[in-house]
């Protein structure tokens, strides 16, 4: 299998993140897709390659060219507004975030032009900060998802990996969070339909729910989103990723939030993956794209679930029995010493092999 890979993200390396009322070192570090790369090159099954560059059309196709702008230049804004701050300043966090009761029954917010303000404009949690090699770095996760789904839209190949970092499925059309600045995912599905696909499904199988790929195709008839995910009763993203959820408009049951309890197991896990199986079967896509997270995984430090190394291998045949080209694109995973064996063996169930 074609395994797409850039070591551009290795520039994006933020120091912490505040979650959970601590601050934290940063669970999204480099060391996680490096482990990745290190377990596809130590098997056979896998070739790697570079990306190729589509440039910024296929980004603004789906995302506000507005924060397009914004996160091209945000870095050197933010620190040249910070320039007389006693402290060096490594990542860029907002202080100050829109909410919708400051202007609850008022006129949209306008932009503000300040660098402070604008970083709470744009972003919407403390967990994604902005560094020098951030916006590189997530343009460069684009690139590597596109490659992956033209590999797959060309029929070179019926799979195709994407070792993207920074992850994308949080990032809704105008925003940023949840270590996500572009969505790679839903990218990717709208290039495929650029490129002659009627339909097509992202399925999500990440232990958060991808709040921004719903966003982006909630009334949408042509891309279906299928998510598991853990209940966001409990779970990031909080607000959104219940089962009610299910779409509008043209995109009505094309949106099925499959939510999962804590310390679910693999027998759970497979029979509610089941479900999103039959339902991917009965929209027919004619591709398949897969927002691969690995936080599910037991040892996880941001899930709590009770998957083992098992799951993914099951996990993958069942997308496997589908039996359509499929893109799998990597969002998160936490556990830096379980996610190479992992991920691979997710591939390797897709492929046969
Ligand atoms: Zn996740």
């Known amino acids: 299998m074609d395994a797409i890979y850039s070591p551009d993200h290795l520039a994006h390396n933020p120091t912490e993140q505040v979650e959970f009322g601590h601050r934290w070192p940063m669970n999204e570090c480099p060391q996680r897709a490096e482990n990745i790369k290190a377990a596809l090159l130590a098997d056979q099954a896998f070739t790697m390659h570079s990306p190729i560059e589509y440039g910024l059309d296929p980004i603004v196709a789906v995302h506000d060219a507005a924060l397009v702008r ?33 202007n609850e029954g008022m006129p949209p917010f306008r932009e503000p032009q300040g660098a402070i303000g604008r970083l709470g404009y744009w972003c919407f949690d403390t967990t994604t900060p902005l560094m020098q090699g951030t916006y590189q ?8 998802a596109l490659t992956a789904t033209d590999r797959v ?14 992850p994308g499925h949080h990032a809704p059309v105008a925003g940023f969070g949840g270590y996500c600045y572009f969505n790679n995912a839903a990218i990717s599905a709208q290039h495929a339909l650029n490129s002659g696909a009627a339909r097509v499904t ?3 199988v990440d232990y958060h729910h991808g709040n921004g790929t719903q966003q982006i195709f909630w009334a949408r008839g042509d891309v279906q989103y299928v998510s598991l995910h853990g209940d966001p009763s409990r779970a990031y993203p909080y607000f959104c990723g219940y089962e009610d ?5 043209h995109g009505r049951n094309s949106n099925l939030n499959l939510t999962l309890p804590p310390r679910c197991n693999n027998d ?16 027919a896509p004619e591709i398949v794209i897969v927002s691969l997270g690995v936080d599910t995984y037991t040892n996880d430090p941001l899930g709590d679930l009770d998957l083992s190394t098992e799951s993914y291998r099951q996990q993958g045949l069942m997308v496997r029995e589908l039996g359509l080209p499929t893109v799998v694109l990597q969002e998160g995973g936490y556990d830096v010493e379980a996610i190479g064996i992992n991920v691979v063996t997710w591939l390797m169930a897709l492929a046969g092999v």
């Open 202 to 204: 992202i399925l999500d």
């Open 70 to 102: 914004y996160l091209a230049d945000a870095w050197a804004e933010y620190i040249g507004a910070l320039a007389t701050t006693p402290a060096p300043i490594t990542d860029a966090v907002a202080d100050t975030y829109r909410h919708p009761a400051m």
């Open 245 to 249: 959820e299910i779409g509008e408009g």
């Open 153 to 166: 839209m060309d029929s070179t190949a019926m799979a195709a990996y994407g070792l993207c970092r920074p």
């Open 137 to 144: 770095a997530a343009r460069s996760a684009v690139d590597v």
């Open 268 to 283: 759970e896990y497979a029979s509610r993956l089941r479900v999103g199986i039959d339902a991917i079967a009965a929209f």
